[in-house]
């Protein structure tokens, strides 16, 4: 399974679009691995994960011909995750010669019903079916392509936001953003199921942070040190070892020590990896 991260900022991306931080600064002036775009990865090369405001920038960026994609799994309708008036680009007269007519998007009810409320209002769009919704139940595994994909209830705030676990032959990713602590539920639903993850995508926000210390709640997002925590958890539990292949992402440039180098550091000696966009993992 090759995972590759498109974007791996928050909301804002890094530089914020309209921030002056030092961070922000920083990443203007020296760029490369500190420019962040919106948080947003492909499976191998038929399953994106989000459909944020950056998702045609890094299509092109990274010589991915969207006509040919079928599936999109959708955590959350937060706008950094999902952009929905760009499937309006999918209709005749915007898009000739579609490789494949018809996408099909998945995600919570909520998150459908976000989408849906767009593309109602865009003339024509019913008719041309070239857009499918796909509800999706938390612990339910869909096939989707070559994936069993499970949507796990994220610790986020939205009305249904689902992180994932996508399962490919041997191959598992669980993918936790965007998300605070997991709840136990999740865990157990983990355990139960007897699986060792390959790899993990943790929800890194607040940077070097710890947020369930310094907050008494970790239930938006993590940082780093929640990361370490849940991770340790998963370690206890057979459902993760140290062969589990840890990336850091979703970066808030107002996260503790978020640039790139200094994350970088940190992460270093925990044994994960910190992000950056154009990272490709392969388990
Ligand atoms: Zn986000
Ligand atoms: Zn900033
Ligand atoms: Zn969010």
Same mark, same amino acid.
Not at 23 to 41: F, I, N, P, Y
Not at 70 to 81: N, R
Not at 96 to 118: F, K, N, Y
């Given at each position: 399974?090759?995972?590759?991260?498109?974007?791996?900022?928050?909301?804002? *991306?890094?530089?914020?679009?309209?921030?002056?931080?030092?961070?922000?600064?920083?990443?203007?002036?020296?760029?490369?691995?500190?420019?962040? +775009?919106?948080?947003?990865?492909?499976? @191998?090369?038929?399953?994106?994960?989000?459909?944020?405001?950056?998702?045609?920038?890094?299509?092109?960026?990274?010589?991915? @011909?969207?006509? @040919?994609?079928?599936?999109?799994?959708?955590?959350?309708?937060?706008?950094?995750?999902?952009?929905?008036?760009?499937?309006?680009?999918?209709?005749?007269?915007?898009?000739?010669?579609?490789?494949?007519?018809?996408?099909?998007?998945?995600?919570?009810?909520? +998150?459908?019903?976000?989408?849906?409320?767009?593309?109602?209002?865009? %003339?024509?769009?019913?008719?041309?079916?070239?857009?499918?919704?796909?509800?999706?139940? %938390?612990?339910?595994?869909?096939?989707?392509?070559?994936?069993? /994909?499970?949507?796990?209830?994220?610790?986020?705030?939205?009305?249904?936001?689902? /992180?994932?676990?996508?399962?490919?032959?041997? $191959?598992?990713?669980?993918?936790? @953003?965007?998300? *605070?602590?997991?709840?136990?539920?999740?865990? #157990?639903?983990?355990?139960?199921?007897?699986?060792?993850?390959?790899?993990?995508?943790?929800?890194?926000?607040?940077?070097?942070?710890? /947020?369930?210390? $310094?907050?008494?709640?970790?239930?938006?997002?993590?940082?780093?040190?929640?990361?370490?925590? /849940?991770?340790?958890?998963?370690?206890?539990?057979?459902?993760?070892?140290?062969?589990?292949?840890?990336?850091?992402?979703?970066?808030?440039? #107002?996260?503790?020590?978020?640039?790139?180098? $200094?994350?970088?550091?940190?992460?270093?000696?925990?044994?994960?990896?910190?992000?950056?966009?154009?990272?490709?993992?392969?388990?």
């Amino acid at each position: 399974m090759k995972i590759k991260y498109w974007g791996t900022a928050a909301a804002e *991306g890094v530089p914020g679009i309209f921030c002056n931080c030092e961070v922000c600064r920083l990443a203007r002036a020296e760029k490369g691995r500190k420019l962040r +775009t919106r948080s947003q990865l492909l499976i @191998n090369d038929d399953l994106l994960v989000d459909f944020g405001p950056d998702t045609y920038t890094n299509s092109v960026k990274y010589d991915f @011909n969207m006509t @040919n994609l079928k599936h999109i799994i959708i955590t959350h309708p937060h706008e950094d995750h999902l952009y929905s008036e760009e499937l309006e680009h999918r209709l005749s007269g915007f898009a000739c010669e579609i490789g494949t007519p018809v996408l099909v998007l998945h995600g919570s009810a909520d +998150t459908l019903e976000t989408i849906r409320r767009v593309t109602d209002r865009i %003339p024509g769009f019913k008719g041309q079916d070239r857009v499918i919704y796909d509800i999706m139940k %938390p612990y339910e595994t869909r096939a989707i392509g070559r994936y069993y /994909v499970t949507p796990l209830p994220a610790e986020h705030g939205t009305a249904t936001p689902f /992180v994932y676990l996508i399962e490919e032959g041997d $191959k598992s990713f669980l993918l936790l @953003n965007d998300t *605070g602590r997991p709840s136990y539920e999740v865990y #157990q639903y983990l355990v139960k199921r007897g699986i060792l993850l390959d790899a993990i995508s943790f929800d890194t926000t607040y940077g070097f942070e710890n /947020v369930l210390v $310094k907050y008494g709640k970790a239930d938006h997002h993590m940082g780093l040190l929640d990361n370490v925590a /849940v991770k340790g958890f998963l370690d206890m539990n057979g459902v993760s070892d140290r062969h589990t292949v840890c990336i850091a992402t979703h970066f808030s440039h #107002q996260g503790i020590d978020a640039d790139y180098h $200094k994350m970088a550091e940190h992460s270093a000696k925990y044994g994960f990896i910190t992000s950056y966009d154009g990272l490709e993992i392969e388990v």
